[in-house]
């Protein structure tokens, strides 16, 4: 169907859940979807279709940085009709406040990346989430007592720099919250093409007091994140009916 996705017209739902790492979008279908199939293993950038308490939804591997999640985020809205996407993704905490296995639903996303070159002519772009779905997840996170926060995020192309994590500070110092590597791409496509997308992380590590999740724990802190992203989706699903 594509150059990176062997699924048909049809097999992704509206709603798509969005994974950098492959096994992420494994353990997601296995652990909420019913009757889930696999619809893309091209490269192993897996794409999985099920339902969620009545509603389809897909996930989809977008693989690490903004170029590679430009190409699944753009085949999914342009060839396979995607209306509502979810980053369900990680960071790294740029504020002390912002500690690991607490969320972060990104409100505005920077970014130090040139994908876009000259898109937007001698303007920067503001690439923002979808206004109602941003205020459902704020809403279901603080209803549900999860540890999370809200603001503006970063990505970066970048994960080793040259310059090593000082680069962060100007960011810190303007209440960034935190980094991850696709958010600021993922809403600026979304905005090109009229869906609608939140970007919502868990955060992994702290770029500035070094604690980190060790990666077997991984998996198991990631329940929260997905949970919140489906019922937001849910919600928004059960609004357009
Ligand atoms: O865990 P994912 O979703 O891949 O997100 C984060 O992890 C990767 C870097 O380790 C980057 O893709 C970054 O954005
Ligand atoms: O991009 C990322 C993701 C997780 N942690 C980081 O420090 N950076």
Redesign the pocket.
Known sequence: MTPHNEAQVGDYAPTVLLSGDPLRSEWIAETFLEKARCVNRIRGALGYTGSYRGMPVSVQTTGIGIPSLSIYVHELLETYGAKALFRV????GLQDHVRIREVVISQAAGTDSCADGRTFGDFRFAPSPDFSLLGMAADHAKGSGLAHHVGPTAS?DV?YHSAGDERFRPLRSHGVLA???ETSGFYTLAARFGARALSI?MV??N?FTHDAIAESERQAVFRPMVELALATASKAFRLEQ
């Open positions: 993704g990680t960071c790294g970066s994960f980094v991850d590597m992380c992994v590590d770029i």
